[in-house]
């Protein structure tokens, strides 16, 4: 088996990646579909078991199958992850094109920049989501709001150093438009950093999404967020209920780390940089 | 026999490359090489831009990228090149002189660089004494590699190879738009340290200071070593060359037959490119040229002849509309310069690598102008199935006809051309030269060629201008 894949060509083994790791994302998505209201239930006779063929991560204290409850969270946090991210992603990229507008435009950018890398992450994560009304609108755009500014210094630094490139130049002398030159040299130019950023921001949306569900300022209790149940799981971690909180905790990790993977392959298969390297 | 300190047999070198999707390719890139340095010798490596030059020289210090594979062997001092070794000669006993003065970290004073490279002794004596020997004022050594010119970064570079005594040294391209006093300072260095007893491996594309420079010359052209040449062969039309295409090489100098001078017939032609008393200077306050003029008549080909560092470069920006001088202006056909729109006159820059984008096709890069389907393209000798390439595939004079085809299109009156084929084998020179200087008579396009060798442009210009005696500094 390891022989076969050895003998594979290296996009071959990036493309098996990304379909590996699609299908576990999927199977998340859907997962959290198949298990409703029954799975979820309370059934006391079978609370505080430990992992069994029945209940693979266990039951929690009212006999809830944390299985289904983790899939649940995996799920919750994936589509928080991925709305946050997505929209952080866009303002740090209408942010940056509008630095190579005027001088003017980049100082401001420069400016919101600094006094949102000024404010404590956390701090200013709890105030936004609890101005706009917590839950998870309110989660959402707090993560949105503040996982945009280092990207945009990534963005604004690639575009300070196009702007000076010789082939910027002689497109303008061509006579071609800021918007052409945005568009066709920048944008391509950008998409990659773009993605990168996006992967490296995603685990960050969702471990802060954990955090402050964990301290009480995020998802409301009822939902099945990972960081309600590791908060929660704290209770009962003293009188040995370990997968309580080893089982969330781990799966939430792997998921970050797959969303990893599968953005270092299909850097691959685009970049063509990237792509001839072993 | 002495035994060679390097000997490379039947050399070859193979990338492997995606086509479309998931099929690999194999793309062979040195077939055949053969060549060995004795000591006390200084070898050339003469060959046209983008044969692969440059890769021998990572082969044998061992920093080829990773996606390559090699075959035949590399020997230094009688023994096969391993990795393992070449990891511990390299910077030690092999030294290279890199190509591009890029190699030099832009946030380190010059004079640290090379003490870096300096493994025992006083490394501030040392390096004092090393800047005094190559002409380098001492000053230099608190400077940072931007406020250099160019030759003196070069300088700088190659001393950091030298520096700490290595058996064999690697020159990859050091000696480009060096004025003639750079250029035999570095000549006389090398030959000091081949008469100490070392190796040098001398690779270019420049065949005039091979022959200046060197005991033998090896010609290298599409992967192969074609002849190996005492340098006294070079002479007359080259009746002592084997093969052909070390003919075409030395003939295609522009000393030589070049090409047929056509001297301007067409003279009363209205318009002009006229600037005015530009004047421009660094922020620190050296001035680079003050109350510069110059005018270019249309199918006129104006020669601009000066050394790397002078402040052609410059000049030609601002001509061109990239930069706005401090005083004085451009006059176009009567009118001031415009900044927006297709500017009329176009700069055609050194390294065309960097004048094109490296995440286009070329094609895209024929469209920015408009020019993909021209005639051009087939009169300059570039070939359709360039078109559908990324940028990093082809070489250097590959490149340079693409960004020479994308500035002439049809709206284009003047073409700036600075130091458009320094970068280039002879051969490939001549050409490009040849269908610039057809258009400017055909087309009237005005033409300023900008070069640090004289010999090329007393073949292609009307009219020869010293940049010393306009730039008034």
Not at chain 1, 133 to 155: C, E, Q, Y
Request: hydrophobic share 45%.
């Amino acid at each position: 088996m390891i022989s076969n894949i050895r003998s594979l060509s290296l996009r071959q083994r990036a493309l098996l990646t990304i379909t590996l790791s699609v299908l576990f994302l999927l199977s998340i998505a859907i997962g959290s579909f198949l298990f409703g209201e029954d799975e979820l239930a309370i059934q006391m006779q079978n609370k505080n078991s430990s992992p069994s063929l029945s209940h693979w991560f266990g039951t929690d204290w009212l006999g809830r199958d944390m299985f289904a409850r983790t899939v649940d969270g995996l799920a919750l946090s994936l589509g928080v992850g991925l709305l946050a991210s997505s929209i952080s992603v866009v303002i740090a990229l209408i942010l940056s094109l509008l630095t190579m507008w005027s001088e003017w435009a980049d100082r401001i950018v420069t400016w919101f920049i600094d006094l949102f890398l000024s404010v404590p992450h956390l701090v200013l994560l709890i105030l936004i989501s609890f101005s706009l009304g917590g839950g998870f609108k309110g989660v959402v755009l707090g993560l949105a709001f503040t996982h945009w500014p280092s990207l945009t210094r990534i963005l604004r630094g690639e575009i300070l150093q196009m702007k000076t490139a010789e082939y910027v130049g002689i497109s303008k002398q061509l006579g071609k438009s800021k918007w052409w030159v945005a568009r066709y040299h920048f944008l391509p130019h950008l998409i990659p950093q773009l993605f990168v950023g996006f992967l490296l921001m995603f685990p960050h949306a969702i471990l802060h999404e954990a955090s402050i569900t964990f301290l009480g300022f995020g998802l409301p209790a009822e939902q099945p967020a990972i960081g309600v149940i590791l908060s929660e799981s704290m209770r009962y971690l003293s009188v040995g209920m370990w997968w309580l909180a080893f089982f969330p905790g781990l799966s939430l990790l792997l998921m970050v780390g797959i969303f990893d993977r599968l953005g270092h392959s299909l850097q691959k298969l685009l970049d063509p940089f990237q792509g001839q390297k072993r | 026999m002495e035994m060679p300190l390097l000997e490379v047999n039947d050399f070859s070198l193979t990338f492997r490359t995606y086509e479309r999707g998931l099929r690999e390719k194999e793309l062979t890139v040195i077939r055949k090489l053969n060549m060995n340095i004795k000591r006390s010798e200084i070898v050339a490596v003469v060959g046209a831009s983008g044969s692969g030059k440059s890769l021998l020289a990572n082969a044998i210090l061992g920093i080829l990228p990773e996606h390559v594979h090699t075959n035949g062997e590399i020997k230094y001092k009688g023994r096969v090149l391993e990795r393992r070794e070449q990891e511990k000669l390299r910077g030690k006993e092999i030294c290279l002189i890199p190509q591009s003065v890029n190699a030099l970290d832009p946030l380190m004073k010059t004079g640290k660089q090379v003490r870096h490279s300096i493994k025992k002794g006083n490394r501030h004596e040392i390096q004092r004494s090393i800047f005094r020997k190559v002409g380098l004022p001492i000053e230099a050594g608190e400077k940072y590699p931007f406020e250099l010119s160019g030759g003196m970064a070069r300088r700088v570079l190659a001393i950091s190879a030298f520096v700490d005594n290595p058996e064999l040294i690697i020159a990859d391209e050091p000696t480009p738009g060096m004025d003639p006093a750079a250029l035999q300072e570095t000549i006389s260095i090398l030959k000091q340290l081949a008469g100490a007893g070392k190796g040098i491996l001398f690779i270019t594309h420049d065949i005039d200071t091979a022959l200046k420079l060197a005991d033998k010359v090896v010609v290298f052209n599409k992967g192969e070593t074609i002849e190996e040449a005492s340098v006294d062969a070079f002479s007359g039309t080259g009746e002592k060359l084997k093969h052909p295409f070390t003919k075409n090489l030395w003939n295609s100098m522009p000393q030589n037959k070049f090409l047929p001078i056509k001297k301007i017939t067409n003279r009363d032609i209205q318009g002009e490119l006229k600037a005015q008393e530009l004047c421009y200077s660094y922020p620190q306050g050296s001035t680079l040229f003050h109350e510069l003029s110059l005018t270019i008549k249309p199918g006129e080909i104006v020669g601009l002849h000066g050394y790397s560092g002078s402040g052609k470069t410059t000049m030609a920006k601002i001509i061109a509309g990239y930069l706005k001088p401090e005083e004085g202006r451009v006059i176009i056909d009567g009118h001031p310069s415009q900044t927006r729109g297709h500017s009329p006159v176009q700069l055609v820059w050194q390294h065309p690598e960097k004048a094109i984008n490296p995440r286009w096709k070329l094609k895209k890069v024929l469209q920015e102008s408009g020019m993909e389907n021209s005639p051009l393209l087939d009169e300059l000798g570039i070939k359709k199935e360039w078109l559908e390439r990324w940028p990093s595939e082809l070489s250097g004079g590959e490149l340079q006809r693409i960004c020479v085809a994308r500035a002439l299109n049809k709206h284009t009156k003047y073409l700036i051309a600075d130091e458009m084929t320094t970068m280039l084998d002879t051969v490939t020179q001549a050409k490009i030269w040849q269908v610039v200087i057809k258009l400017a008579r055909e087309r009237n396009l005005g033409v300023l060629a900008i070069s640090h060798d004289h010999a090329l442009l007393d073949r292609i210009s009307d009219v020869i201008v010293d940049f010393k005696d306009i730039s008034n500094v």
